[in-house]
């Protein structure tokens, strides 16, 4: 099945400073990466995801980078803001197979003010 | 909301004991996946079923066991519970009839405590 590496673990970052989390995935075939951001005691919840056929995706701070030769894809959240401070997961799914949604370690992001 | 709904949202039960939760997918949804969160850990993979049948396995011990039903509510029974298995339970559901690629719904999560 698909392994998904997820680095770093932990990341502090200064209010308004940018911040990167990068995975790695194992299966070729997965062609679905969503990141998922859970908030203390909350359920995680999408906040942004890219399919195989695009290089790149932004969403206002939020973007996302795919390299599908490297098999590995990243967050980037600029100019970072306290609430930005949460668990983020990556996750990598083959669409066309069965579907499996296997989630990263997560990386533990703190904004410092 | 994301539409998934589990419940209880709490469960307070001792050592050995079985318990089952429950979850209800988003209307349409085809795929339920469950995951186990223990304290400050990640999302640990349980269990996927899609249109009721068992699409993949996690590490998901012998004594947890899954079904999902005709209309595709899901439940993970957990048995001779240990204090080990005091976790928080969610559940997803994902992918409405014939789509592929598109986002999961998590639901609120059952806290399980065992004491």
């Known amino acids: 099945g698909e392994n998904v590496e997820q680095h770093p673990s932990t990341l502090s970052v200064q209010e308004g400073d940018s911040a990167v989390i990068k995975c790695t995935y194992s299966d070729s075939a997965s062609n679905y990466f969503p990141w998922y951001k859970q908030e203390l005691g909350k359920r995680p919840q999408l906040i942004i995801d890219?399919?195989?056929?695009?290089g790149e995706k932004k969403d206002q701070r939020i973007a996302v980078t795919l390299n599908k030769t490297a098999k590995h894809f990243s967050l980037h959240i600029t100019e970072t803001q306290p609430e930005d401070s949460a668990v983020y997961f990556c996750?990598?799914?083959?669409?066309?197979?069965?579907?499996?949604?296997?989630f990263g370690t997560g990386t533990r992001l703190t904004v410092i003010p | 909301d994301s539409g998934v709904t589990q419940t209880p949202k709490h469960l307070i039960t001792a050592t050995g004991q079985r318990v089952t939760l429950r979850c209800s997918p988003r209307?349409?949804?085809?795929?339920v996946y469950w995951y186990q969160q223990s304290l400050d850990q990640g999302l640990q993979f349980l269990i996927h079923?899609?249109?009721?049948?068992?699409?993949a396995k996690g590490n998901i011990l012998e004594r947890f066991s899954a079904q999902q039903f005709p209309d595709l509510h899901s439940e993970l029974n957990l048995s001779s519970l240990e204090l080990g298995d005091s976790a928080l339970y969610f559940c997803?559901?994902?992918?409405?009839?014939?789509?592929?690629?598109?986002?999961?719904?998590f639901g609120q999560g059952t806290r399980l405590t065992v004491v």
């Open positions: 996750a990598a799914i083959n669409s066309a197979g069965a579907n499996n949604l296997f």
């Open positions: 209307s349409g949804d085809l795929s």
């Open positions: 890219i399919r195989s056929n695009v």
């Open positions: 997803a559901s994902r992918g409405a009839l014939g789509a592929r690629g598109t986002e999961a719904f």
């Open positions: 079923y899609y249109n009721g049948e068992e699409r």
